[in-house]
């Protein structure tokens, strides 16, 4: 059976884009599938500062879209439908299902990256899209003047608290523990914000409102008090999980469910590479997602052609 493409590509976040501009322009067919639109993670991410080229930094809808139109303009395909499974994985030609259509590759390159975690806690989901989001850049402006909660002490937790700072009348953080795990410089940033609050030591243990969020029962970890804590709308960022749930028994993953792969990205199976947030060990940097996809296009090139 002759394959549809060279390479099907799953997933338009960065690594997926970046693997793309390679295939096309080692003039392998690319067809690169996407559930929503291209730019996976940059779609909501504020402002980038830690992009090399950027002296000033990027917002990510506009380095989504740069990317997209320059992995397009040398002729990658894409199509917008979720990917379902994988058949004939360990064959020569491969079939990706999708909700739509199957396609048939060469090769495949998986870069589905990866969510947002939830919290886990009552009135979590019910609230969910009224008040409780994980999402800045989507909901902040919906609470314009308010005063907001971000759940988490990392990295993504003090970007997009950043990011709130600049629309809300205040941000308080609710952080398990009495220091944060956040970068430094994004630590001393946000306690030079003076919109910005913490609460340390403390945990959401569920979310309230009739009709939307107003408030979450709280709990102090140093003193077991528990408490009612008033908020306009609350953003989690708790960490985050790999979109691999389609790959449990047609791939090695590790406890956390990313792929393993060789510093080639090449994974067990012959012909399939995965790369960027998917990954086992992936840093979960924008530019090393670009890296691994870079890698692993130049791997599938190697393999195809020797
Ligand atoms: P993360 O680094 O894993 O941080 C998750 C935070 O949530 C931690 O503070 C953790 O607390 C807290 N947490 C986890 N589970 C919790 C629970 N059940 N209840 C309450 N709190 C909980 O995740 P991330 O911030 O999404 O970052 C992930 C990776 O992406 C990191 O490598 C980060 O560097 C990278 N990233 C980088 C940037 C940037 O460079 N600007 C931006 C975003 C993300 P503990 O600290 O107590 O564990």
New binding site residues.
């Given amino acids: 059976m002759e394959a549809d493409y060279d390479v099907a590509i799953l997933g338009a976040g960065a690594a997926g884009l970046a693997a793309g501009l390679y295939t096309t322009r080692a003039m392998m067919k690319t067809v690169i599938l996407e559930q929503l639109g291209p730019g996976g993670q940059l779609l909501i991410t504020d402002e980038i500062e830690?992009y090399p080229g950027f002296p000033d930094g990027i917002k990510g809808q506009e380095l989504a879209i740069r990317m997209d139109q320059q992995t397009a303009r040398f002729g990658a395909e894409s199509e917008y439908t979720e990917v379902i499974g994988i058949e004939d994985i360990e064959k020569p030609v491969k079939t990706v299902h999708t909700d739509d259509r199957d396609f048939t590759a060469k090769t495949i390159i998986i870069a589905t990256g990866g969510a947002?975690?939830k919290?886990?806690v009552a009135g979590e989901d019910m609230l969910a899209g009224r008040g409780v989001s994980y999402c800045a850049v989507c909901d902040g402006n919906f609470f314009r003047g308010q005063d907001v909660v971000v759940?988490?002490?990392?990295?993504?937790?003090m970007?997009e608290g950043h990011y709130l700072s600049g629309i809300v009348k205040s941000v308080t953080f609710i952080?398990?523990?009495d220091e944060?795990?956040a970068?430094k410089v994004?630590q001393e940033r946000a306690f030079g914000n003076e919109k910005v609050k913490f609460l340390w030591s403390h945990?959401v243990e569920e979310f309230r409102g009739d009709e939307a969020l107003d408030r979450a029962l709280v709990k102090n970890l140093k003193t077991d008090e528990v408490y009612e804590f008033p908020m306009a709308a609350a953003f989690i960022?708790?960490?985050?999980h790999p979109n691999t749930d389609y790959l449990k028994d047609l791939l090695e993953l590790d406890a956390g469910g990313h792929i393993c792969t060789d510093i080639n990205m090449r994974t067990v199976i012959p012909r399939v590479y995965a790369c960027g947030d998917a990954r086992a060990q992936s840093?979960?940097?924008l530019g090393a997602a670009v890296g691994d996809g870079i890698t692993a296009a130049l791997s599938a090139y190697h393999d195809l052609n020797n």
């Avoid at 759940?151 to 937790?157: F, N, R």
């Avoid at 960022?237 to 985050?240: E, Q, S």
């Fill in positions: 830690n947002h975690n919290l886990g759940v988490g002490g990392g990295d993504s937790a970007d952080h398990r523990r944060l795990r970068t994004l945990v960022y708790v960490g985050f840093t979960r940097q």
